[in-house]
């Protein structure tokens, strides 16, 4: 069975920095193209960053230069580093495990920025 369990999600002021992590389990984390997303109340959810099983990466345009994915094939671990942080990055953020047959998301975890 496979899970993601996301963590790292928190209260913080506007400018702070948060690490959210994602942790698989039953899957083998190289196969997938590993993302974050995020639903804000009453918006659709949202891609904000992907990185491939060769370490390729996307980002939204509005998180470009402040927040920072990556992940440890080893560990199946996925990691957001957000800095910078602002009011309208307020949104519960998924973890995303992708192959071109498959697709599991994790149960979310809350980021709130207080401005």
């Known amino acids: 069975q496979v899970q993601l369990v996301e963590s790292g999600g928190a209260l913080v002021q506007a400018g702070g920095s948060l690490r959210l992590s994602c942790a698989g389990s039953g899957i083998i984390l190289s196969l997938y193209t590993m993302g974050w997303y995020r639903q804000a109340p009453g918006r659709h959810r949202e891609l904000v960053a992907e990185i491939t099983g060769g370490g390729n990466t996307n980002y939204a345009d509005s998180v470009k230069g402040r927040f920072t994915i990556s992940r440890d094939n080893f560990k199946k671990t996925v990691h957001l580093q957000m800095n910078s942080l602002k009011s309208d990055d307020t949104a519960v953020y998924y973890c995303?495990?992708?192959?071109?047959?498959?697709?599991?998301w994790g149960q979310g975890t809350q980021v709130t920025v207080s401005s």
């Open positions: 995303n495990a992708q192959s071109s047959e498959y697709a599991y």
